[in-house]
Every structure is written in C-alpha cells, then in structure tokens.
C-alpha cells in the first residue's frame, strides 16, 4: 500500500477566476477544496477544523487581516501548522510578502495560480508533482458486482494519481484496477485506485476522472518512479 497524498484545503478571500484557477490546479491532485466566506466566523473556523493548506487573498488594509493569521498560528489552533499561501494583486504582491513569517508561507500573484500554484503546495505538503503525459491505459470498475472494462488514455500522470481522460461517469470514492502502458516498456504498470475527483471539459479541456493510487503489483511503483524520474 502507498500512502495517500491527498490533504484538505481551504480557500478564502479570493474572487471566483482565482478560485477556479486553485480548483483547476489542485484538483487534479486530489484535494478536498473547501471554500469558505471571508466573515467574522473565519477565525474560529480555521482553530477547530484541521487543513493542510490554506489560501488566502490579501484582504484591504485593516487588523481582520492580522487577526485571521494570528487565529491560524495561535497554539492549539487545529491549523497552527498548516502552509498558509496568500495570494495578491500583482501590483500588492510586495504588501502581501510583509507577512512572511508573521503567519504566512508563501506569496502569489493572481496571474501565477495557474503556472505557480501546485509547486508551492507541493514545497509545502510534498504533493508529488504531476507530468503532462499521453499513453494507453485500461480502467476496470464493478458495478453491481459486474467488471466494466475501457480502455482510455492519461492526460497527466504522478507517482501517486493519474487523470483520465474519459470513462467519467462513475462516483468518486469508487475502486478500480488499472493498467498504465509506459512507452519502451513491455509490461504495464498495474495497481489499484480509488476514484478522486471527475473533471470538466469547460473548465479542465478534458472529461474524465482523477484516480487516486492505493497498491501496485509487485515492483510496479518503483517502475513508475523511474519512469517519472526519465521525464523531468
């Protein structure tokens, strides 16, 4: 069994473009994004309820800002060591990074969520990183006791998930086996996964489902490792 990289993430504060861009980005990973009002019930929010990650955007000059990441950071807080990314103007970002250290991780503007975002939540919860890769893949649900099988192909692949394109019309949480062909590589990658997320063509280009890695057969994952390795 391989342990999984999934975490929760909450967002705040952004407006809706950004926080499509964070789904858009995080998604695929695997996360439970959870978005929250930016209210005066925040600050408790965050004390009792855990998140790996939290992102924030900066919010106008007042103490409610520094209040929210003293909350956070307060010990006994259930985020106390959460990654905490804000995310800012591009012309504020240096406002923004004076909160470094004082509650705050990381820094991005606006215009680096899409291109920015999944390396600095995976510097911070060491999420592997996902490859754009194309190559044949076989998918086996049951359904009422019954396998269904399809053959598809990856849009992206990690050490720890893989998105689907196509076959995106069964629940998350499912189980599934599948084969992944590597190229130069007579004998697929085998597994099993668990059914993370279903993706959008309006939003993601594609529709399909993200697959959540739990075993793999034999030398399988060391397999994919390397291949992984060959493609940075």
Known sequence: MITSSRGQVLVTGVDDPVYNAIVNVLG???????????????????????????????????????????????????C????????????????????????????LSEREVSSKLQATVSELVKVAPRVPVTMNARIKIHVQGKPIQSFCQTQNLSSTGVLIRGFGHYPKG??????????ADTAPIRGTGTISRRSEKRTEGTDGLGIRFTSFQGSDQQRLADFLASRK
């Not at 106390?80 to 990381?106: D, F």
């Open 80 to 107: 106390q060591q959460s990654g905490v990314i804000l995310v800012a103007p591009h012309q504020v970002t240096e406002l923004a990074e004076k909160h470094i250290g004082h509650g705050a991780n990381k820094v």
């Open 28 to 78: 695929p990973l695997g996360f439970d994004i959870h978005r929250a009002p930016w209210d005066s019930y925040l600050k408790d929010h965050v004390q009792i309820t855990p998140f790996d990650v939290v992102i924030a955007g900066l919010q106008p000059a007042g103490g409610a800002f520094d209040v929210f990441l003293r909350a956070l950071r307060t010990r006994g807080s259930a």
């Open 174 to 183: 499912a189980t599934i086996d599948f084969e992944i062909s590597l190229p």
